[in-house]
């Protein structure tokens, strides 16, 4: 396995500066940010290290350049907006966009593209269905003839008012996977594993690195501390953000013994990257970067060079 971050931790890096702080802390790859230039609300969203619209031979030669440079991989080309949006013109941008990162993928010889499903969090999961279908068939199509795996964060996207009450990514858990991939049963399509989001859902964060290992195109290494006094005051029909907080590996609910230990039995040998959304290491630039460096060095006791 590999140890890389999520790129989205420093949006005003350049893509050279993200390999050379990477190589500097000890990291073997990033997943590398690909949203359309612009800004977005959203946090960690809105980023690009890569800029899909320009990406020509010589910016495929100057990337690969830069990897070498470093000695550090692209573990995938990220891009996490919502497909199924009631928003005509959002769930447009963001199809359209989801290929264009795929193409980038090999055209860069990645073969690798992490994305959300979507979701319109107004409908039940039945009636967002359909539309799923019709929205992802020919994408994964698209993958497919890209020979490029496209693995889907399994996070709900539900944290405040914002998201009620459905969330905004269809994907939250391990009977809904199973329905994905029976109806688009491609081996392109699989998911970006992050134990983090089973353990606020309260549910085995182990069991579906088993049922489901043949499904793993990657994974975040992302901790999470559910506050249980808080939980006991407001109860799982509150939002989530009232009782959960994400946090750096080895500092939330997450055993990385256990998580490493099944994951190490599947078989998986593929980029495990750090995702950070510490809002306690996010008050400066050298907070950031203590953030990956603390991350590494905790992670390397299961990752070792």
Same mark, same amino acid.
């Given at each position: 396995?590999?140890?890389?971050? #999520? ?9 050279? $500066? ?12 990033? $997943? ?32 690969? $350049? ?17 497909? /199924? ?22 055209? /860069? ?40 795996? #496209? ?18 990514? /269809? ?7 199973? %329905? ?32 489901? !290992?043949?499904?793993? #195109? ?6 999470? %501390? #559910? ?30 013994? !256990? ?22 290491? $996010? ?5 950031? !970067? ?8 905790? /992670? ?6």
């Amino acid at each position: 396995m590999q140890l890389g971050f #999520v790129t989205a931790i420093l949006p005003e890096q350049t893509l050279e $500066e993200v390999f050379a702080i990477a190589a500097d802390i000890g990291y073997d790859c990033v $997943e590398v940010m690909c949203w359309p230039p612009g800004k977005s609300s959203r946090r960690y969203a809105g980023i690009t290290h890569i800029n899909t619209s320009t990406l020509d031979e010589r910016t495929v030669d100057s990337i690969g $350049e830069l990897s070498a440079k470093y000695g550090v991989s692209i573990s995938a080309l990220g891009y996490y907006p919502n497909a /199924l949006s009631p928003d005509e013109a959002e769930s447009t941008q963001a199809v359209e966009q989801i290929r264009n990162v795929i193409t980038a993928a090999a055209q /860069l010889n990645v073969g690798r593209m992490t994305t959300f499903v979507g979701r319109d969090w107004t409908k039940n999961v039945d009636d967002n269905w359909p539309r799923f279908l019709e929205t992802w068939k020919p994408i994964i199509d698209h993958a497919e003839a890209s020979d490029v795996r #496209v693995g889907i964060e399994n996070c709900p996207m539900f944290f405040t008012n914002d998201e009620w009450p459905g969330g905004k990514n /269809l994907a939250h858990s391990p009977a809904i996977w199973q %329905r994905m991939f029976d109806d688009i049963p491609s081996q392109c399509f699989g998911l970006n594993y992050d134990p983090s989001h089973m353990i606020f859902q309260q549910m085995d964060y182990l069991a579906p690195l088993r049922e489901f !290992k043949d499904r793993l #195109v990657h994974v975040h290494a992302k901790d999470v %501390r #559910v506050d249980q006094h808080l939980l006991n005051r407001v109860g799982i029909l509150a939002n989530p953000n009232e009782y959960h907080t994400p946090k750096l590996p080895g500092m939330g609910d997450v055993d990385w013994g !256990k998580f490493f230990s099944t994951l190490t039995d599947t078989g998986y040998a593929g980029p495990v990257c750090v995702e950070v959304e510490d809002r306690a290491y $996010e008050g400066s630039p050298q907070s950031v !970067k203590r953030s990956l460096v603390q991350s590494h060095t905790f /992670l390397r006791n299961y990752l070792p060079k």
